[in-house]
């Protein structure tokens, strides 16, 4: 094999392919980075029994074949390089890299003993990327981190016709996003749990250009996305997603509604949590035309501050973990935010709005659990 291809273009590949494959495989043939150089192209891709990814790569190929090397020592090697081309080739078990006056020898890593990548299910419909990259960022805050709950660590993807819903929690919190796309078939029907990290790396990778989704085919548990010239599948989560709706605060059952500012908003509740030990909530108290925050109990440091906001309906005290607020803030992507209560120690539902005289914006909600107040002094 021999091919030689641009620097930058190389690097930017070889280092999304090497973000996928595990920091500790159970096999070593897993960190292996897979090359082949076909006509007019070179094919980076990686496997590890759950996610593959692929990346084709425009080059000069002098000589066709495929080796498998390093692949996070090769990343890291192809983003030190210095000049305008990298020229790669693999002989026998040696695999070299040169650009300029470098020259980096790599060992290969036996062939057979790499998985087959399986098979790319056929094409179910497109998004454009941006709306994707948005709702993912939206959605996957509030997914779980804790391998003892594999099913919260995804994000459940729900597809009815041309809409495309994606849910996640972490037990704590629930973030919901609506968005529409392309389906091949107006009547489309399918749901897909898919992990959270694996989502939002392809949604953030792939830009400018639309991503086309390949939902499973009966009983593969594979689901694809491909765009531009990346290609990622990933297996399914297994387990059912907890039917989470019931937690959305129903519109008929709603005391209070305020609206603040979101950048006011954000900037006073990370001054006040700078005083709140780990764990300890932020309270809020919605009273007329003013949002007082406190932090701090007892005779440790103390904090308050109060902003205007526009309060409807009953006065109502209430806590929340500022990690998670800030996270829901932040998230609405809007000038004004909207906490709607049922009442305190339920579930609220944070939304956004253009304007304070507008309505919430619908396709994205945030409903964030309160922390008990009990022993606040």
């Known amino acids: 094999m021999k091919v030689r291809v641009e620097r930058d273009l190389l690097a930017e590949s070889m280092a999304w392919v090497a973000r996928s494959l595990p920091s500790r495989p159970s096999v070593p043939i897993l960190a292996g980075l897979r090359v082949e150089a076909e006509e007019g192209q070179l094919v980076l891709s990686g ?17 066709t074949g495929r080796c498998i090397i390093s692949g996070r020592l090769a990343a890291e090697i192809s983003r030190s390089l210095r000049g305008p081309s990298v020229d790669l080739s693999a002989v026998g078990a040696k695999a070299q890299l040169a650009c300029g006056s470098s020259r980096f020898a ?25 709306v994707l990259a948005q709702a993912v960022a939206q959605v996957a805050i509030a997914a779980g981190h804790e391998d003892t709950l594999p099913v919260l660590t ?3 993807m ?21 968005l529409e796309w392309n389906p ?13 990290r694996v989502l939002a790396e392809i949604a953030k990778a792939t830009t400018g250009t639309d991503i086309v989704i390949s939902l499973p085919g009966a009983g593969d548990g594979i689901v694809g996305f491909e765009g531009g010239r990346r290609r990622t599948t990933t297996r399914l989560l297994d387990g059912e997603f907890p039917k989470v709706r019931r937690i959305i605060p129903a519109e008929a059952a709603i005391a209070t509604r305020a609206r603040i500012d979101t950048a006011g908003l954000i900037e006073a509740v990370k001054r006040v949590a700078l005083v709140a030990e780990r764990n300890t909530p932020v309270r809020l108290r919605f009273c007329e035309s003013t949002l007082t925050l406190d932090a701090g109990t007892g005779d440790e ?23 998670y607020l800030l996270d829901g803030l932040n998230a609405i992507c809007a000038p004004v935010a909207q906490l709607a209560f049922t009442q305190a120690a339920k579930a609220a539902e944070l939304t956004g709005l253009q304007d304070f005289d507008g ?17 606040w002094s």
Do not use: K, M
């Open 184 to 196: 091949r078939s107006p009547d489309v029907s399918a749901a897909v749990l898919v992990p959270a």
């Open 106 to 130: 790599l060992q290969t890593l036996p062939s057979d003993q790499y998985p087959a990548q399986p098979a790319f299910p056929a094409a179910s419909g497109a998004v454009r990327s941006d």
């Open 154 to 156: 995804g994000v459940q």
């Open 301 to 323: 440091a103390q904090a308050s501050e109060s902003l205007e906001a526009r309060v409807a309906g009953e006065p109502v005290t209430v806590g929340f973990n500022p990690t």
């Open 359 to 375: 309505d919430p914006i619908s396709e994205f909600r945030y409903v964030v659990v309160p922390v008990r107040l009990n022993n």
């Open 47 to 63: 496997f590890d029994y759950e996610t593959s990814t692929r990346v084709t790569v425009p080059a000069q190929v002098a000589d």
């Open 158 to 178: 729900e597809i009815e016709g041309s809409t495309i819903t994606l849910l996640a929690t972490d037990r704590y919190r629930l973030a919901v996003r609506e």
